[in-house]
């Protein structure tokens, strides 16, 4: 859905005050392709400008072809391991906040953690404001070395 529309609908939590909303991105057919780009919006995200703050992986099921389950996301499941794809599968972000707090000595304003977390995000079709990734998509190493 996008979050740009009329103004009429509202999105929860994602338009709450001290909300960081994330978009999910995925490969397409990466089984046949390598070289793919690993940050298609994924076919559920929400999106737009005004909604989205920051992007990350969550796997996506719209490829055509056998061997979908590469375009997912590795993740636990009762009882051990499984490819799946959805916002579920976007927790990099909660990490990501946790490493910089502890980084920072395990107490830190949320909005500082916010500036870090989008400040340090990879650009990945803009330089920081783009309708499906916002800010870029959350890098781990990039958010506790910068």
Do not use: C
């Amino acid at each position: 859905m996008n979050g740009d529309g009329n103004g009429s609908t509202v999105v929860l939590p994602a338009d709450l005050n001290n909300v960081i909303t994330v978009s999910a991105t995925a490969p397409f057919a990466w089984v046949f392709d390598q070289t793919t780009n690993l940050d298609e919006p994924a076919s559920y995200t929400n999106y737009g400008r005004s909604l989205v703050d920051i992007a990350a992986p969550g796997g996506d099921f719209d490829s055509p072809y056998n061997f979908w389950w590469y375009d997912m996301v590795m993740s636990t499941i009762p009882g051990g391991w499984s490819w799946s794809a959805g916002t579920s599968m976007s927790p990099h972000v909660a990490g990501v906040a946790a490493l910089i707090i502890g980084k920072n000595g395990g107490e830190m304003d949320p909005h500082e953690v916010a500036k870090q977390l989008t400040k340090s995000a990879d650009k990945i079709d803009t330089n920081g404001n783009s309708l499906f990734y916002g800010k870029g998509r959350v890098n781990a190493y990039r958010a506790v070395t910068e």
